[in-house]
């Protein structure tokens, strides 16, 4: 009975220690991380991916005049060092869209970096302070005063993805496979205003470097969002947070 006792407190102090390690040496990639180089032609390149709990977009752009380059994103999971990523949408292979990838990568507290393509982020925030940190998708409008709803299970889409700093949204089709746009930078939540600098914006490269202020507040699981967009035409939006 003794060496049963004895195995069984070994058992369960092992168990301790086993998650104690996995706690402190085990990271998440929620958050924002970013990456700068320089391509071919000597053009310094700023990378950002936005991870939520479910879902992520990476959005790669010119460093100095914020010309969109690249982006693409979708759902990922993580099992150990190996990352699956079933793609949404990619601005420039469209084909790639319904796909799933799986490769490693490697994360730190401060870094996430991807061995097979040497890439290596650095970390921006970990999703905090980030009162609107998620995955949330255009719900609906108020359009003259009225509450008009939109299916979200739909393939088209706009989902916006925020994490405690970072901000970017992106419009596309599943179905279709087609990318409609996407724009991104920074944002800030104080009393009841959320604001954006946008330091990329596919449709329109003038916008960059503009700051948009929107008064918001949460309602039942949705983001009211509520001002005018970047070409100053009024905006009252539905957001609702991403499940699925």
Same mark, same amino acid.
């Given at each position: 009975? #003794?060496?049963?006792?004895? $195995?069984?407190?070994?058992?369960?102090? =092992?168990?301790?220690?086993?998650?104690?390690?996995?706690?402190?040496?085990?990271?998440?990639?929620?958050?924002?991380?970013? !990456?700068?180089?320089?391509? +071919?032609?000597?053009? $310094?390149? %700023?990378?950002?991916?936005? =991870?939520?709990?479910?879902?992520?977009?990476?959005?790669?752009?010119?460093?100095?005049?914020?010309?969109?380059?690249?982006?693409?994103?979708?759902?990922?999971?993580?099992?150990?060092?190996?990352?699956?990523? $079933?793609? +949404?949408?990619?601005? #420039?292979?469209?084909?790639?869209?319904?796909?799933?990838?799986?490769?490693?990568? @490697?994360?730190? #507290?401060?870094?996430?970096?991807?061995?097979?393509?040497?890439?290596?982020?650095?970390?921006? @925030?970990?999703?905090?302070?980030?009162?609107?940190?998620?995955?949330?998708?255009? &719900?609906?409008?108020?359009?003259?005063?009225?509450?008009?709803?939109?299916?979200?299970?739909?393939?088209?889409?706009?989902?916006?993805?925020? &994490?405690?700093?970072?901000?970017?949204?992106?419009?596309? @089709?599943? +179905?279709?496979?087609? =990318? %409609?746009?996407?724009?991104?930078?920074?944002?800030?939540?104080?009393?009841?205003?959320?604001?954006?600098?946008?330091? =990329?914006?596919?449709? @329109?490269?003038? %916008?960059?470097?503009?700051?948009? +202020?929107?008064?918001?507040?949460?309602?039942?699981?949705?983001?009211?969002?509520?001002? #005018?967009? &970047? $070409?100053?035409?009024?905006?009252?939006?539905?957001?609702?947070? !991403?499940?699925?």
């Amino acid at each position: 009975m #003794k060496k049963y006792r004895a $195995k069984l407190k070994f058992i369960f102090l =092992f168990t301790i220690i086993l998650s104690f390690n996995f706690l402190c040496f085990s990271q998440s990639p929620i958050g924002a991380w970013e !990456r700068y180089y320089e391509d +071919e032609s000597g053009t $310094k390149i %700023k990378s950002v991916v936005i =991870f939520s709990e479910k879902f992520q977009a990476i959005a790669m752009f010119n460093s100095e005049s914020g010309e969109f380059i690249y982006s693409n994103g979708g759902a990922w999971k993580l099992n150990g060092d190996m990352m699956t990523e $079933k793609v +949404e949408f990619d601005t #420039k292979n469209s084909e790639r869209v319904g796909d799933e990838f799986t490769f490693r990568v @490697d994360i730190s #507290k401060n870094t996430l970096s991807i061995p097979e393509s040497n890439w290596i982020f650095k970390r921006i @925030d970990d999703g905090k302070p980030g009162e609107l940190f998620g995955a949330w998708l255009m &719900s609906g409008r108020y359009r003259n005063g009225e509450k008009q709803i939109r299916d979200t299970n739909k393939p088209r889409k706009t989902m916006k993805i925020l &994490s405690g700093t970072r901000f970017q949204w992106i419009a596309y @089709d599943t +179905e279709k496979k087609e =990318f %409609k746009g996407t724009g991104g930078g920074t944002y800030t939540t104080t009393s009841g205003k959320y604001s954006e600098t946008i330091e =990329f914006f596919s449709r @329109d490269n003038s %916008k960059v470097g503009i700051n948009l +202020e929107f008064s918001y507040n949460l309602e039942n699981g949705e983001w009211i969002h509520k001002g #005018k967009t &970047s $070409k100053g035409a009024p905006l009252h939006e539905i957001w609702t947070t !991403r499940k699925k």
